[in-house]
């Protein structure tokens, strides 16, 4: 039976997420500057997506029998919905501000078949995000009712829900790696927009009905798409076996047993020597077969023990290894052992020597690749405008102070005071300078806060992925700098460009 508490937890949560995404909502759209902006979309985004997992959550109590009266349960729903669409609006706006000058020119270059594609990315995109928001669900209801079966064993309704549930999870994962090869393909043309629309209205069917009990799921959904023809050249990584094959009838897997029994003499097209080597690498015993023939020039194929795998080496690479001319010959074989270092790797005759002129492309493209150009070297630095010119006493400066556009003025300046510049100079080089002091002062910037954060003694805790301790951190909000003890500084929201 359900839980009425449990429900009524739901509904407290769903009011509380919409007081809290309406009080963001508030902050966005009074916020003064882009940073704050991006901070509160982000917070926004994060906020809808647990009102998204509570909308879930209620959609399965409304398609049970056991609730009768289940108009609670559905405002609860509409009004979520309501906050849906209008995160849908901050990212339309956040994508293009359709106002703005650039916004008006990219909708007048944006080509229909371009747009129409974004479209269907978008989508594809928006669903796969709901599907795994789904499997997060489940994998959570399974957690909680293992949970309960452990501790009240035979309880059949529990355990016939738990089958339930991973049944839904297999299913959603299948089509999450459908819906996922099927953005890469349209990401690389190789797929047309119209074929993924017809599949469209299945899969939201899918997504919206599939934990209903009388749903029939559409299993040749993707058969029109052929993804499995497709996707076949993308796993075949070694020749075509017949090849192998067709070399192999003149030797054999024995070094005693590699003469054709054939009484007919050999064609030239069919002379072959075949040599074969058996050599360790890293103490694991290989073979190399190395088969000269007027077809195929000078080729080898190294069996080693994970199934044969073949390397082509073609003949330009060994000066003097083209077939042997004069009279046919019977093919010959020879056997012998030798020991090749690990360096070496599969390749028993060593890599081919550089010649001065690639030797020198070589030393020019090490040399490039140590000065590669950034992102940031094409942004030109804007000068600071002042928006509000007022006149001055005579007896004040006129001009900026002599050096004050030097990293030095700006490191004897006080810590608020860059804090000021940086948060409220945007875009100038005054902003530049000011991080670029307090980075020299241990200063170091959140991408996600979009706050600096500095330790207040050494982490406790240090990995390759973050740092975990106490930290002192500026908050903008209320302007003033706070303590944060247990913080984790993941690495990857660390702004570690070298300010030049």
């Known amino acids: 039976a359900l ?53 879930d959550q209620i959609k399965t109590w409304v398609a049970s029998n056991e609730i009768k009266d289940k108009r609670q349960l559905v405002e609860n729903r509409k009004l979520i919905e309501t906050q849906m669409e209008r995160f849908k609006i901050v990212e339309r706006e956040t994508k293009t501000k359709a106002y703005s000058k650039e916004g008006l020119g990219l909708a007048q270059k944006v080509d229909p078949a371009q747009k129409e594609k974004e479209e269907v990315g978008q989508w594809l995109t928006t669903t796969i995000d709901t599907l795994n928001m789904q499997v997060d669900q489940f994998e959570s209801e399974v957690e909680s009712l293992s949970v309960q079966t452990r501790k009240k064993k035979g309880d059949k309704e529990k355990q016939d829900r738990i089958e339930e549930l991973k049944r839904l999870i297999e299913r959603h994962r299948y089509h999450i790696r459908m819906l996922e090869t099927i953005l890469r393909m349209l990401d690389n043309d190789s797929v047309q927009v119209e074929a993924i629309r017809k599949i469209k209205d299945d899969v939201e069917y899918y997504l919206d009905s599939s934990q209903e009990p009388d749903f029939e ?23 075509p076996t017949h090849i192998e094959d067709d070399i192999f009838q003149h030797s054999s897997s024995t070094p005693t047993s590699t003469t054709s029994s054939s009484p007919i003499p050999p064609s030239p097209a069919t002379c072959t020597t075949v040599s074969r080597y058996t050599f360790h690498l890293q103490s694991v015993q290989c073979d190399c077969y190395v088969i000269s023939c007027p077809l195929l020039g000078l080729c080898s194929f190294y069996s080693l023990p994970f199934p044969l795998s073949s390397v082509f080496l073609s003949p330009d690479i060994f000066p003097g290894s083209a077939a042997p001319s004069g009279p046919p010959v019977a093919p010959q074989s020879s056997l012998s052992e030798v020991n090749i270092p690990p360096s070496l ?20 493209q090490e040399s490039a690749w140590t000065h590669m150009p950034h992102p940031s070297d094409s ?47 945007e875009g100038t080089k005054a902003q530049y300078l000011a991080a670029k002091a307090l980075k020299k002062q241990s200063w170091r910037f959140h991408t996600k806060y979009m706050m600096w954060f500095q330790r207040h003694e050494e982490p406790k805790t240090i990995t390759d992925e973050f740092e975990q301790g106490t930290y002192i951190y500026f908050d903008y909000e209320k302007w003033g700098q706070r303590k944060k003890e247990g913080f984790t500084f993941e690495y990857r929201y660390l702004e570690d460009r070298d300010l030049q």
């Open 3 to 55: 839980d009425k508490s449990e429900i009524d937890r739901c509904l407290k949560k769903v009011a509380e997420g919409v007081e809290q995404f309406e009080d963001i909502w508030q902050k966005l759209h009074n916020a003064a500057n882009a940073n704050q902006k991006e901070k509160y979309e982000a917070d926004l985004k994060k906020e809808i997506k647990k009102l998204q997992r509570l909308r």
């Open 379 to 425: 942004e030109r630095i804007r000068q600071y405008l002042m928006r509000n010119p007022c006149p001055t006493l005579p007896f004040h400066h006129q001009v900026p102070p002599p050096h004050s556009d030097s990293v030095e003025f700006y490191q004897r300046l006080s810590t608020e005071t860059l804090f000021f510049i940086f948060y409220y100079l």
């Open 217 to 239: 799921e559409n299993e040749f959904l993707y058969d029109d798409l052929d993804l499995e023809d497709i996707s076949q050249p993308l796993v075949a990584t070694s020749p």
């Open 345 to 364: 790797g599969v390749c028993p005759l060593g890599p081919t020597p550089l010649s001065k002129e690639q030797l020198y492309q070589q030393a020019m």
